[in-house]
């Protein structure tokens, strides 16, 4: 976790399945009343893969935050752009 007075950054590394998803989750659920004004980013280059619960609480991090993602391999990019399209997706129902 890099954290400054701007901006907080979340790393995430290797295989985020199974427990490790619930360790990510509970991360998040932490940071996000501390967020306030800061911009958050969530740093998924070193992520090798990453299962449905996993992807669902980036499209959350995304819907309640806007939150950059940090993203330069396939898979990064391939998770990124899947949290950007459920905040989508959950706007459209919405309406």
Not at 76 to 92: I, P, Q, T, V
Request: glycine share 6%; proline share 3%; with cysteine.
């Amino acid at each position: 976790m890099d954290e400054r007075p701007a901006d907080i950054t979340m790393q995430l590394e290797g295989k985020v399945i199974g427990p490790w998803v619930n360790e990510f989750d509970q991360v998040w659920r932490r940071l996000a009343d501390s967020l306030a004004l800061k911009r958050f980013c969530v740093d998924l280059r070193e992520v090798t893969q990453m299962d449905a619960k996993g992807k669902l609480i980036l499209a959350e991090i995304y819907e309640k935050t806007g939150a950059d993602f940090l993203a330069n391999t396939p898979i990064a990019k391939y998770l990124a752009d899947e949290a950007r399209r459920g905040h989508r997706e959950n706007e459209k129902e919405k309406r």
